[in-house]
């Protein structure tokens, strides 16, 4: 990509409308790039795309209806010619036992979180090949570097999310496309107050486990330590680097947490090697 391609990305973000999408695509916009904002209801985009009429369009996007997505992708490009970064953030936590979740909310979670981000990459994928580069973020969670009880479910749909980016990032990475996996710690945005659906159903047993972290959980609303404007910034960083990480873990609490996963992590195959090693065949050469 030349330079003037790199002062002018196209950006195509979905889940606008507050948190991590608001903040990367303002923060975007005031670098003079080129995005295409999208959530539920376009109108929540409405002073956005005012402020930056030129190089802003809001557009109305569910990422579980694919014949939208589709539509979404293709008006993104006929508006700017071309598509840069794909920023899958579209998404809602879900919190309560595992046992204590219908099915159809379990099945919820994953279509709005897994398969409305698969669904993205797919429509945009082909766009990205012909062009010969482009820049896929996918924005998980720090449920994935270790999970909660409680999380069981929105936990599972990002480390789907993140299997199938790392797989992704070997099959694109000589078509001249990359992959970025944001792992955000707890920051200051609506996601408790507004991005979180709860169990239907209550099982006094897990009070002391997935219901403890529920109650906490209401009590960092509005308290969490990181900045989402900060977080835009470091996004973009990652973005405009000719060698981005896979991974870019946002916060010191989900950084420590990375750390101290995968320093017990260690610790456990290393107690164990003497049970796991010695599985292969003999060998007889």
Known sequence: MDESQTSSRV???T???SGFGAALAAAALARGQQVVATARNADALGKLAAQFPKTCRALALDVTDSSQVKSV???AVK?????????NNAG??????FEELGEEQIARNFETNLFGALGVIRAALPILRAQGSGHIVNISAA???SNYAGFSIYGATKWALEGVSESLAAELKPLGIKVTIVQPGPFRTDFIARSLERAGS???DYDRTSGKFSRFLETMAGKQPGDPAKAAEAIIAAVESEAPPLRLILGKYANDKARKKLA?????????EYVGLPTDFTSTL
């Open 11 to 13: 950006w195509l973000i």
């Open 92 to 97: 809602y936590g879900l919190v309560g036992a």
């Open 143 to 145: 449920a994935v570097i």
């Open 264 to 272: 017990a992590a260690e610790r456990e195959r290393a107690a164990w």
């Open 73 to 75: 992708v293709a008006a």
């Open 202 to 204: 209550h099982i006094a």
């Open 15 to 17: 889940g606008c409308s």
């Open 79 to 87: 508006a700017f010619g071309r598509l840069d970064v794909v920023v």
